[in-house]
């Protein structure tokens, strides 16, 4: 049966206070993390792939303004193509008109948004911590004990003896502590790891991979060279087209205003002809009759 006094010991209430402080401490981490994890996913379901380009700016703006995310979010935005046009070949109709160069994951994964937050090397060292600490101080209290050890007389034999037994047990207790501690701490750590830090942000990584459809460098220099192929085709069948267009559209005008125009004018010619000669037909026959009545 256990003896509670044995725990009274300050070698052994050091080594749990400091497994409680550090799973404590260790605890609020996960759950700061898991918090803001869940606060982020939940903002990106609110956003669809089809309207992301008109809300992005909305996007920006609550990103850049946490600073669980922040850094990591400008350095992914840099990545970002905002697509006008240009479409991986048997990409759907849907497809984000946003896409990134650089897969989201190597800017959001378990370093950046949950290693780096958690002072991960710390906390993976505690478990190695707690239980060096056992034979440390095993040793240490072992030592102790053997240093008091006196053979002077029967009784102080007897009473080192018991000293030394009683030293032992305790020195025994402090490894049992130190390596039980480190494995409750091992099993905690995991499974807080797991469910709280993890899940949260295999979640995130699922709804920012929805929005954002990835596409390389070269894939998209390619369709770069494409959409331009296809952009000088268009321009020049239409300079070809120009020259033929300009007569047309010159026929037109001639046809249209020119003509009409020409022809009035020519009946005005015409008109005024017609009213000259028979102001002359008239001026003769007056001159002709006026002599007459003279004589």
């Given at each position: 049966?256990?003896d509670l006094?044995?725990?009274?010991?300050?070698?052994?209430?050091?080594?749990?206070?400091?497994?409680?402080g550090i799973?404590g401490?260790y605890?609020?981490k996960?759950?700061?993390?898991?918090t803001?994890?869940?606060?982020?996913?939940?903002?990106l379901?609110?956003?669809?792939?089809g309207n992301?380009?008109?809300?992005?700016?909305?996007?920006?703006?609550?990103?850049?303004?946490?600073?669980?995310?922040?850094?990591?979010?400008v350095?992914?935005?840099?990545?970002?193509?905002?697509n006008?046009?240009i479409?991986?070949?048997?990409?759907?109709?849907?497809?984000s008109?946003i896409?990134?160069?650089?897969?989201?994951s190597y800017?959001?994964?378990?370093?950046?948004?949950?290693?780096?937050?958690?002072?991960y090397?710390?906390?993976s060292a505690?478990?190695?911590?707690?239980?060096g600490?056992?034979p440390?101080f095993?040793?240490?209290?072992?030592?102790?004990?053997f240093?008091?050890?006196s053979?002077?007389?029967q009784e102080?034999?007897?009473?080192s003896?018991?000293s030394?037994?009683?030293?032992?047990?305790?020195?025994?207790?402090?490894s049992?502590v130190?390596?039980g501690?480190?494995?409750?701490f091992?099993?905690?750590?995991?499974?807080?790891y797991?469910?709280?830090?993890?899940?949260?942000?295999?979640a995130?990584?699922l709804?920012?991979?929805?929005?954002?459809?990835n596409?390389?460098?070269?894939?998209?220099?390619v369709?770069?060279?494409?959409?331009?192929?296809?952009?000088?085709?268009?321009?020049?069948?239409?300079?070809s087209?120009?020259p033929?267009?300009?007569?047309?559209?010159?026929?037109?005008s001639?046809?249209?205003?020119?003509?009409?125009y020409?022809?009035?004018?020519?009946?005005?010619?015409?008109?005024?002809q017609?009213n000259l000669?028979?102001?002359?037909?008239?001026?003769?026959l007056?001159?002709?009759f006026?002599?007459?009545?003279?004589?």
């Amino acid at each position: 049966m256990l003896d509670l006094k044995l725990l009274l010991n300050p070698v052994i209430l050091a080594i749990l206070v400091l497994f409680f402080g550090i799973t404590g401490y260790y605890i609020a981490k996960v759950k700061f993390i898991n918090t803001n994890l869940n606060a982020l996913t939940k903002v990106l379901r609110s956003f669809k792939k089809g309207n992301i380009v008109f809300r992005f700016k909305e996007l920006d703006d609550i990103f850049s303004s946490n600073s669980f995310i922040s850094n990591h979010w400008v350095e992914f935005k840099n990545t970002l193509v905002f697509n006008e046009g240009i479409h991986i070949k048997g990409s759907p109709a849907d497809a984000s008109s946003i896409q990134c160069t650089m897969d989201s994951s190597y800017f959001f994964n378990e370093d950046t948004l949950v290693n780096t937050k958690l002072n991960y090397k710390f906390i993976s060292a505690v478990p190695t911590i707690l239980t060096g600490l056992g034979p440390l101080f095993t040793f240490l209290h072992i030592s102790v004990a053997f240093s008091r050890v006196s053979f002077a007389t029967q009784e102080a034999t007897i009473a080192s003896v018991s000293s030394l037994l009683a030293s032992m047990k305790v020195a025994a207790m402090i490894s049992v502590v130190a390596v039980g501690t480190s494995i409750i701490f091992m099993i905690v750590e995991r499974l807080l790891y797991k469910n709280l830090c993890k899940s949260p942000l295999e979640a995130f990584s699922l709804e920012m991979n929805k929005l954002f459809d990835n596409i390389t460098s070269e894939k998209f220099l390619v369709e770069l060279l494409k959409e331009s192929k296809i952009q000088n085709s268009s321009l020049n069948q239409a300079f070809s087209a120009m020259p033929l267009q300009m007569k047309m559209a010159f026929d037109k005008s001639f046809k249209d205003t020119l003509v009409p125009y020409l022809d009035n004018l020519i009946f005005s010619v015409n008109k005024l002809q017609d009213n000259l000669k028979k102001e002359a037909s008239k001026g003769l026959l007056d001159d002709i009759f006026g002599s007459n009545e003279d004589e």
